[in-house]
Structures are given as structure tokens and as C-alpha cells.
């Protein structure tokens, strides 16, 4: 009788701590950061405002299959990539960029980076991520903001685009 107790009780336990977890994890709700996009920074000649967002010559290919790719175009010169990996989305507002190699920021090689992120109008794309150390070793302990474009096709070919 004593083990039919025991383990009526160790059922219940395990049932309620189950539960109890299960309610604890929260769902995540996908975000759109699958596309192409081209960081921007904004241009103001009053110190006071933000400015005016414009356009870069880097892009941030996030894959249907969880692959990250940051490439580079240089005027005149072929396109160089100059970081890739995987990525995941782990909350709402964050996911995880899993760095094999990044040519930009190489203290990140073999690295996993968390980035916050917001994105308004299914155009924009707000970027925060934190760095401890550069390359050397030395504490950086600084946050970085940046803001990417996503890329779209336009209806039609622009006249003045340059081939």
C-alpha cells in the first residue's frame, strides 16, 4: 500500500511540475526577417534631428533555410561577403545570430551574437547588439543600433538605373 502512495504522489509531482513548466515557456511569434536588407543610416545636417535614412553598400541576406549572409558592394569592384552563418529567431524581440566567419567584425568567428530587434511596417529593420571585446581582447562594452532596408522589386525597371 505504501508504494501505491508513493507512487500516486510521484505521478502527481511529476504531472504538476510538467504543467507548471509548460505554462511557463511562452510561444514565439514568428517575425518576417526572412529577405534581403541593406543597412541605411540616417543623414541630418541638424544636430537635433535624426535626419534623413540612407542607403549603404552593405546587405543582410536572412534565408528561408536559417542561413545569414552580410555582403558588401564596392563601386566598380565585384561584391565581397563579408560575414555568414545561421540565425534564429529565440523571442519576440531577439534572435541569434550563430557567426562561422565575419571579415568585419572577426571577434565574432565561431561566435553566437544576440539581437534584439524591431521591425515597423514590414520595412524596416531595427537592429541591437551588444560587443564585449574587439579582436584583441580589449572591453569594448558597447551597444550597437543599426537600421536595415528591406530590399523589394520594384513593378517596373527604373529608368536611370545604371547595368
Known amino acids: 500500500?505504501?508504494?501505491?502512495?508513493?507512487?500516486?504522489?510521484?505521478?502527481?509531482?511529476?504531472?504538476?511540475?510538467?504543467?507548471?513548466?509548460?505554462?511557463?515557456?511562452?510561444d514565439v511569434k514568428p517575425a518576417n526577417l526572412r529577405g534581403i536588407w541593406q543597412l541605411c543610416h540616417?543623414?541630418?545636417?541638424?544636430?537635433?534631428?535624426?535626419?534623413?535614412?540612407?542607403?549603404?553598400n552593405t546587405y543582410k541576406v536572412l534565408?528561408?533555410?536559417?542561413?545569414i549572409?552580410?555582403?558588401?558592394?564596392i563601386p566598380g569592384q565585384p561584391a565581397i561577403i563579408t560575414g555568414y552563418g545561421s540565425y534564429a529567431q529565440l523571442t519576440d524581440h531577439s534572435y541569434k545570430e550563430s557567426i562561422e566567419r565575419n571579415i568585419h567584425l572577426p571577434m565574432l568567428d565561431n561566435q553566437d551574437?544576440?539581437?534584439?530587434?524591431?521591425?515597423t511596417d514590414d520595412e524596416l529593420l531595427h537592429l541591437k547588439y551588444f560587443i564585449e571585446k574587439d579582436l584583441n581582447g580589449y572591453k569594448i562594452n558597447s551597444w550597437y543600433h543599426e537600421t536595415w532596408k528591406r530590399v523589394t522589386m520594384p513593378d517596373t525597371?527604373?529608368?536611370?538605373?545604371?547595368?
Open 1 to 26: 500500500m505504501k508504494k501505491i502512495v508513493t507512487l500516486i504522489a510521484c505521478g502527481a509531482f511529476l504531472f504538476c511540475g510538467t504543467q507548471a513548466v509548460a505554462q511557463e515557456k511562452k
Open 42 to 56: 540616417y543623414v541630418s545636417e541638424n544636430p537635433e534631428l535624426p535626419g534623413t535614412l540612407k542607403p549603404s
Open 69 to 73: 549572409i552580410n555582403f558588401t558592394t
Open 113 to 119: 551574437n544576440i539581437l534584439e530587434f524591431e521591425i
Open 63 to 67: 534565408s528561408n533555410d536559417a542561413r
Open 157 to 163: 525597371m527604373p529608368e536611370d538605373i545604371v547595368r
